[in-house]
């Protein structure tokens, strides 16, 4: 028996000019040269070891430390004797919720964090829930860091030099969103040298206060059971219980952060759960380490809260010396060293936002909860709408709050622990389901017990508490949010449903002639179609070109790209599966077209833009034959509304713009759907 024939006529070099217009040329210096897909090291060169990891997503949770421990001491106000408790209670809190992330990352080794351990584990509607929440989040994240860190630089600059504060946040976060669209492992190694430096400057300074104040330790102990105890003779139980919970929820902001690396499992290096786990390791040691040294050093040094200045500036200060402009003292230089490495460490955690925001909403769109054009990636293999819409949100709360730390870090926390109260009650469902496995329940649910009602009464205190003050914005723009994707969702399902029915009408249309099996003649008029997945979209286009068209072409040639979004991005086996898969879908449609009495064959290419893609392989084949038109489908609705344009990319529009610049000739067939 011979072979099958090859249905696709042998490859000519690929027609794309050697210059590129100024404005490309201006994209590639700013944002980097296109990635090849096809490099077998792609993966590895985009992926992130454990310490580049702990670099990307753990400052997040780091540099809460610059925040947390003071919103918590100032919470105190006149009951610092129940700091050691809040202190005690803090390091808990970051054991356990790491511990509880790292299950989340054993379980769900490919990423997604709390919107996919809730949509997975709790049904669709908590899952979307929680991605709304985490999309506030990560814009918060990337708005309360820049804040943060803007106001520990002017901590060491006189109070008239702050009129510039918001100007320089503004431009610090268009310098951030430029980086991301280069490359997440790009920004992060660009920014490691700020980070470690952090580490460093941090433990010198936790070092040298409890040097300097060591022999305040018995005092502060004495003091700390002597006001326990008049405490409890005056305020009661309750009184001091409620004492103890507001510090501790109002610090809430120290353990926001701990989620990101379960969030972005899928840019981390093979073995991706090794790996993840280690970073939360990592994250979880230095975040309980800096955070419970600072807090203590406030103690030890006996300092209070100073107007225009971080309760970490006042620290160092007390621990290094008062640094002025121009001072070269050794004091002076590690003052300005912790100060403006922790301002470089907020910095580095608002790419935190930037790396898993926009991996969320991915996810969110692949689903249908949002417009799927979020799930697309760049030519630098990051998924540029999400990185350009972060960063435009995160602006707009920066400028609304005026840089405004208290208020961010109030509205970013309610949101943290919505999340991570969800993420809690899915994981004590799992293992709740696995009961009946042995000694599964008794050794891991209970930390998930533990963690749902920290994290549940954190959240519940912080919406009584700060409702009127600030909470209740968080609130709306989750649920404002919320809405918007439930009308996404019933928008796609409904296009969906229409475009089933074509399906069921012309997708399994039996044609009963032979097919024809004769070459492509080059001189034959040839109509070049282009195609998605196999269906009755396609079918419907075939058959509009021999109804308008009679007898014209004897050649047809069908070409698609697989679209290379986050979903698909996971490894070089997933590139060939994506491949494999279109040209099965092709070689369908070549057997239907020469049943219809056509010559045909196929062209396919995978990449991460369809106009780009298409327009090459279009140009391509158009070299092959004398005359050539190129035909696209469209969705065209009875009522043509605004928000249909976000909702769909409109690529054939594009394309068409490009191949008549080029001097092709391209015809959109409408596909009726009714809305």
């Given at each position: 028996?011979t ?7 042998p ?25 090849n897909?096809?490099d077998?090291?792609?993966f ?17 949770g780091?540099?809460s430390?610059?925040y ?13 004797y ?16 790491s ?5 989340v ?8 964090g ?6 997975r ?17 990560y814009v ?11 106001d ?10 702050h009129?510039a ?6 431009a ?6 430029v980086?991301?669209l ?11 040298p ?9 433990i ?6 409890i040097?300097?104040h060591?022999?305040?330790i ?12 008049e ?14 919970l507001r ?10 952060g701990?989620?990101?690396v ?8 093979e ?6 786990q ?10 309980a ?14 300092i ?16 290094f010396?008062?640094?002025?402009l121009?001072?070269l ?6 003052l ?19 790396i ?10 692949l ?9 697309l ?7 540029q709408?999400g ?6 949100a995160s602006?707009a ?15 970013y ?9 969800l ?6 469902r ?16 209970y ?19 700060k ?8 609130l ?9 994707c ?5 928008y ?16 399994d ?9 004769r ?10 179609l ?9 079918i ?9 068209f ?9 070409v ?9 991005f996971?490894?070089i ?12 879908d092709?070689k ?5 077209a ?9 062209e396919?290419t ?10 090459e ?6 070299k ?11 969705l ?13 990319n ?18 959109i ?7």
């Open positions: 028996m072979p099958p024939e090859d249905p696709r006529p490859k000519t070099p690929s027609p794309i000019p050697d210059e590129l217009d100024w404005s490309r040329r201006l994209a590639q210096w700013i944002l980097g040269a296109p990635r897909l096809w077998r090291t792609i590895h060169k985009v992926a992130l070891v454990p310490v580049l990891a702990w670099v990307g997503m753990g400052a997040d780091l540099s430390s610059a947390g421990p003071d919103e918590s001491f100032r919470a105190l106000q006149l009951h610092l129940v700091a050691p408790l809040v202190i005690l209670a803090s390091v808990l809190t970051i054991a356990i919720i511990i509880a992330y790292s299950r990352i054993e379980n769900f080794p490919h990423g997604g709390g919107y996919v351990v809730a949509s584990l709790l049904g669709p509607g908590a899952g979307v829930f929680s991605g709304c929440a985490l999309i506030v989040d918060l994240t990337i708005t309360v860091s820049i804040a943060a860190g803007g520990a630089l002017f901590s060491l600059l006189p109070h008239e030099w009129t504060k918001l100007v320089l946040e503004a610090a976060l268009g310098a951030l969103v980086m991301n280069r490359g997440v492992r790009e920004s992060v190694i660009s920014v490691a700020v980070f470690f430096a952090f580490v460093v400057s941090h010198v300074l936790i070092g040298g206060v040097f300097l060591w022999s305040r018995p005092v502060i102990a004495d003091g700390a059971a002597t006001g326990c105890a405490g409890l003779g005056t305020l009661g139980l309750v009184g001091m219980g409620a004492i103890f510090a501790y929820s109002m610090g809430a902001g120290t353990y926001t701990i989620e990101a379960s969030n972005g499992v899928s840019i981390l290096r073995p991706k759960v090794q790996s993840g280690r970073t939360m390791a990592y994250m979880a040691v230095s975040l380490v800096v955070s419970s040294g600072l807090f203590a050093g406030y103690l030890l040094a006996g209070g809260p100073t107007e225009g200045q971080t309760m970490n500036a006042v620290l160092a200060a007390d621990a010396g008062q640094g002025v121009g001072s003292t050794a004091g002076h230089a590690l300005w060293l912790t100060l403006l490495s922790e301002a470089g460490i907020l910095l580095i955690a608002a790419q935190t936002g930037f898993d925001g926009p991996r969320v909403m991915a996810n969110m769109a689903d249908g909860w949002l417009p799927r054009r979020f799930s990636l760049s030519h630098r293999l990051t998924i709408d990185v350009l819409l972060f960063g435009a602006l709360a920066l400028l609304y709050t005026r840089g405004n730390t208290t208020l961010l870090v109030l509205m926390s309610i949101n943290v622990f919505i999340t991570f109260s993420t809690e009650l899915s994981m004590v799992l293992y709740w389901g696995r009961r009946h496995e042995k000694a599964t329940l008794l050794n891991k649910i930390i998930h017990v533990i963690g749902l009602v920290l994290c549940g009464s954190i959240l519940v205190v912080m919406i009584v508490e409702f009127t003050k600030g909470g209740w914005l968080t709306v723009i989750t649920f404002a949010l919320l809405g918007a439930l009308l996404i969702r019933r796609y399902r409904g296009v969906r449903e229409q475009i089933r029915r074509i399906d069921d009408q012309l997708g249309l039996p044609v009963r002639r032979k097919p024809v099996v070459p492509l003649n080059p001189d034959d008029p040839t109509a070049i282009l195609v998605d997945r196999y269906g009755g979209v396609g419907h286009a075939i058959f509009a070109i021999t109804r308008l009679p007898g014209t072409f004897r050649n047809m040639v069908f698609s790209v697989g679209i290379v979004d986050s979903d698909a996971k490894g086996d997933a590139l060939d599966e994506l491949r494999a898969h279109k040209e099965t092709l369908r449609y070549v057997e239907f020469r049943r219809l009495g056509l010559a045909a064959s196929y396919t995978i990449g991460t833009d369809v106009v780009d893609a298409a327009e392989l279009c140009l391509v084949v158009a092959r034959f004398g005359t050539t038109v190129v035909f696209g489908s469209k065209v609705f009875r009522r043509e509304r605004w928000y249909q344009a976000l909702m769909h409109h690529t054939n529009e594009a394309l068409q713009s490009r191949l008549q610049w080029a001097g092709l000739t391209m015809t067939l409408p596909i009726r759907v009714l809305g």
